[in-house]
């Protein structure tokens, strides 16, 4: 069985549904850290014709938090994201039908980040009819005693997962050496830029899937899942 372990992220870029796409099952590490100015509650869009950093507001977070504890600040700023959304992106090809799904993430009443981010995550999943199980460590494997690759591997094993699939970014974190003494293959994804046409304005890789499905339709997005290396 192939395997792909990552946090959970706001709106994440291709890279990370091609991870799910290309695994038989997908956890959500959701029980480790927050980590602050990272990904799990920040990513960028195109505003203006530039890319923009946004930000999803949480209540009195700490990197010394959970994931899993952590909360969504009430108020209006998911109407005001929305509005920059439908002002950024209202001429895009495929505008309508990607902010009806932004809408139903966004106006969910769910506070709890981490069940909101899989929310997010499997709604756009069952959009690009990617299959792959998706599962949240903290309601699974009891094993937040385990840091590091250490968890990893204990979460590989468990699943008897043969193949071990990270983001190229691990090859920075993880030895191969340990986990082939385990009997598992690490591999890294690495993703390609895949171009797509970004209104007329300089193509820029790498923003939220929100900017992917604007401008692209299922079967491209599809096709992009494909657009990466295996190392």
């Known amino acids: 069985m192939k395997l792909a372990i990552m946090q959970p992220y706001a709106f994440p870029y291709i890279g990370y549904f ?8 997908f956890v959500i590490l959701d029980d480790v850290n927050f980590i602050m100015r990272g990904w799990i509650n920040r990513n960028r869009i195109l505003v203006n014709g530039k890319e923009n950093l946004f930000s999803i507001p949480l209540k009195k977070i700490s990197q010394n938090k959970l994931i899993c504890d952590c909360e969504l600040v009430e108020g209006n700023w998911k109407v005001k994201f929305l509005k920059t959304i439908e002002v950024s992106y209202k001429k895009a090809p495929f505008f309508k039908q990607c902010f009806e799904i932004i809408s139903s993430i966004l106006l969910s009443e769910e506070l709890n980040l981490s069940k909101w981010l899989v ?3 499997n709604t756009i999943c069952d959009y690009l009819e990617i ?4 599962v949240e ?3 699974v494997y009891s094993n937040q005693h385990l840091k590091a690759q250490y968890k990893i591997i204990d979460i590989c094993k468990r699943e008897n997962a043969r193949t071990y699939y990270n983001a190229i ?3 920075l974190l993880y030895r191969i050496s340990d986990f082939k003494n385990n009997n598992i293959e690490l591999r890294f994804l690495n993703t390609l830029p895949g171009k797509y046409p970004q209104f007329n304005n300089e193509f820029i890789p790498f923003l939220s899937i929100i900017d992917v499905m604007m401008f692209n339709n299922k079967n491209e997005i599809q096709n992009l899942l494909n657009k990466f290396v295996l190392i």
Do not use: E, P, V
Request: cysteine-free.
């Open 169 to 171: 970014g691990g090859k």
């Open 119 to 121: 929310f997010q995550i």
């Open 137 to 139: 460590s903290s309601r």
């Open 18 to 25: 091609q991870l799910i796409n290309a695994t038989d099952k």
């Open 131 to 134: 299959n792959t199980k998706i």
